[in-house]
């Protein structure tokens, strides 16, 4: 099956620093990528749609400058959390559908768990 | 814009035992596709479960099984003979036809009972 690969796992920063979150899709090509956020038992948020080749989609009231989306290649979707603080802090996970075929589900990477102290 | 509603935030089964999980959707359109997905504490999401909204059949995993009801806007999860390893967070989805677009229910957490 379609495998999504998302790294780091865990990452802990200090206040003001940047984070990068990488999103690769293994065995398929992703033209579209979603980054969501989750809240401790709360559903999947999404932030921001990621097209290969072109801008992100930033869902309303997500800061585009904050939250940086580079998806540069048909396998890779990066995050960039800049000059993060403590209330950035959450679960970020990134998805895909395989391209093109409508019935497809979402695949998920395992997350990336993010303090920011 | 579509919206996904999971009435229930919380379940519990006894091990062995049937639950069903609710979901309700409203959309305009009339073709498109749902998901179920399981979120055990890892926080790996899995997909359950799909259904074209075309298919009259229900679909079916083994265990997994749902309840369609398209002019009812209604797509229950129903799990049979519950094992401790089906504790998690339950998601439903919708997934529109054209374009990539996933809209998540807020989720129902399944406590399994043994």
Not at chain 1, 105 to 115: A, D, I, S
Request: aromatic letters at 12%; glycine letters at 4%; charged letters at 15%.
């Amino acid at each position: 099956g379609a495998v999504v690969s998302q790294h780091p796992s865990w990452v802990i920063c200090k206040s003001g620093t940047s984070v990068k979150i990488e999103c690769r899709s293994l065995d398929f090509q992703a033209t579209t990528m979603f980054w969501y956020r989750q809240f401790p038992k709360q559903s999947l948020m999404l932030m921001a749609t990621s097209n290969e080749g072109s801008k992100a989609t930033y869902e309303q009231g997500v800061e585009k400058d904050k939250f940086l989306i580079n998806h540069a290649s048909l396998t890779l979707s990066t995050l960039t959390v800049t000059s993060a603080h403590p209330e950035d802090s959450s679960f970020y996970i990134c998805s895909a559908p395989t391209a093109w075929l409508y019935n497809s589900p979402l695949h998920f990477g395992n997350g990336t768990r993010l303090t920011v102290t | 814009a579509q919206t996904v509603t999971q009435s229930q935030p919380e379940m519990s089964v006894q091990e062995a035992e049937t639950v069903t999980l609710s979901c309700t959707y409203d959309t305009s359109e009339s073709d498109y596709y749902l998901f179920w997905y399981k979120q055990p504490p890892s926080r790996q999401m899995i997909l359950v479960i799909r259904q074209e909204a075309y298919k009259q059949q229900n679909a079916t995993e083994n265990r997994f099984s749902v309840n369609f009801q398209k002019a009812a806007k209604s797509f229950s999860l129903k799990i049979s003979d519950s094992q401790l390893g089906d504790a998690a967070m339950y998601f439903c989805a919708y997934r529109r036809n054209t374009g990539n677009q996933f809209y998540f229910g807020t989720g129902t957490s399944l406590t399994v009972i043994p």
